[in-house]
């Protein structure tokens, strides 16, 4: 299953310019997977009905289209009534744009043609075309697909709106995406005030659930242990989450890893730990895998180490120095890697007190830290902590 990288408040957004609350939004089409490929892109978005593009670009901006005819790879021009550009972040900063077509240029809002990818305007220039050719997949890298980018042609013209205010001028692609539009799953939705599970805490469930997770087993039999890296900010709760876990099974309380209430983070080491099922136990078939903590500025763990550590260059104990980044010629460095080695989940530890006013410096992180675990195809989910106080 491909994850999106559209947040619920881009479509949101969506939704609003689309004036359809009701909208749904699925990923049929994801360039830094699949590749930068105009056949792949019609094989899978062709006949469709409407669709959503969006780009996103190595300094952070989110921008993209909306085509409200299907794209056929007619070879011509499309008369879509109601397509438009728009912009959704701007350097990581949430900042939406709508940029309609001139009604003259109603007759160009599209160009539906099978050698490229998707095409924004028309006769007088494209507005946006997303890419030329046939590029890999991003494999933890940027990607130049050769797209050109001109504003004001079909869309925008004599608003003031050009390639800067629509992409930074920027197109170099982290990824591109295209959804359909559908009915949201209202199902999924829960009503205000629900409780979002049912759950009896009984000796008996407990129990139950402990065996479960104990009972997990990696699906490749190269790897005996899952590594699980557990990131966010100083004080989120990364070594008191393990230190929990570890405490279930010993069936006391243990304080293995370093925690703590502290401005910097207490965490100063990258170290692996496992757990056992029980006392003197088997160990579980997965390692949490604690780093320093997310800080704003330039303190905390440096993105450019995160390489390395979702890489599975890093020793074990390893100690982070500020003043030196990690590089192969770290001691301990692991310049040879295999799959056991590397990450394999990552989980985001948020305080679910503070996500309202995290600095955005900090929350930039987080989103570069799961930018970066899906560049290399590594599941992520979030754990809420402290939710008992917020």
Same mark, same amino acid.
């Given at each position: ?46 006949? *469709? ?7 996103? #670009? ?26 438009? %550009? ?11 744009? *709508? ?24 006769? @007088? ?10 590029? =890999? ?8 697909? *050769?797209?050109? &980018?001109? $504003? ?8 003031? &709106?050009?390639?800067? @205010? ?37 000796? #008996?469930?407990?129990?139950?659930? *402990? ?33 929990? $876990? ?47 903590? !997310? ?5 905390? !763990?440096?993105?450019?180490?995160? #390489? ?41 530890? %948020?305080?679910?007190? #503070? $996500?309202?006013?995290?600095? =955005? ?7 570069? &830290? ?21």
């Amino acid at each position: 299953m491909m994850m999106k990288r559209l947040t619920e408040q881009d479509e949101d957004q969506l939704r609003q310019w689309l004036d359809n609350p009701d909208a749904g939004f699925k990923l049929l089409y994801k360039a830094s997977t699949q590749g930068y490929n105009p056949t792949t892109f019609h094989q899978l978005c062709d006949n *469709k009905g409407p669709t959503v593009t969006v780009g996103y #670009n190595s300094v952070g901006w989110v921008f993209g289209g909306y085509a409200s005819e299907s794209w056929t790879s007619r070879g011509d021009y499309v008369q879509a009534p109601g397509s438009f %550009l728009f912009r959704l972040a701007n350097a990581n900063k949430f900042d939406p744009l *709508k940029i309609d077509p001139g009604n003259e240029n109603v007759q160009q809002c599209l160009y539906d043609e099978k050698a490229n990818g998707p095409v924004f305007g028309g006769t @007088a220039g494209n507005d946006w075309q997303v890419f030329t050719g046939t590029f =890999e997949a991003n494999k933890g890298n940027f990607v130049d697909a *050769k797209g050109t &980018v001109a $504003i004001g042609n079909a869309y925008g013209a004599g608003t003031g &709106v050009d390639a800067n @205010a629509f992409c930074g001028g920027n197109l170099l692609y982290l990824d591109v995406e295209v959804y359909s539009i559908g009915r949201r799953d209202e199902s999924k939705l829960l009503p205000e005030g629900a409780d979002w599970r049912d759950v009896q805490w009984t000796d #008996n469930e407990r129990e139950k659930l *402990k065996q479960h997770v104990a009972g997990y087993k990696p699906t490749s039999s190269s790897v005996s242990q899952a590594n699980i890296l557990l990131a966010g900010q100083v004080g989120a709760g990364k070594s008191s989450f393990f230190n929990t $876990i570890t405490s279930i099974y010993k069936g006391r309380v243990s304080s293995q890893a370093m925690a703590g209430s502290h401005q910097h983070s207490v965490s100063k080491k990258y170290r692996t730990y496992e757990v056992k099922a029980e006392r003197g136990g088997e160990t579980l078939c997965f390692r949490l895998c604690d780093t320093m903590g !997310l800080e704003d500025a330039n303190t905390g !763990l440096d993105l450019d180490d995160l #390489n390395y550590l979702l890489d599975g260059n890093v020793p074990d104990n390893y100690q982070f120095n500020p003043t030196a980044r990690i590089t192969p010629a770290t001691p301990g460095f692991k310049t040879s890697t295999s799959v056991k080695d590397r990450i394999h989940c990552v989980v985001l530890v %948020l305080d679910s007190r #503070n $996500i309202s006013v995290m600095p =955005e410096s900090v929350m930039g992180k987080i989103k570069k &830290v799961y930018d970066k675990a899906m560049d290399r195809g590594i599941p992520t989910v979030v754990l809420l902590t402290k939710v008992d106080k917020a």
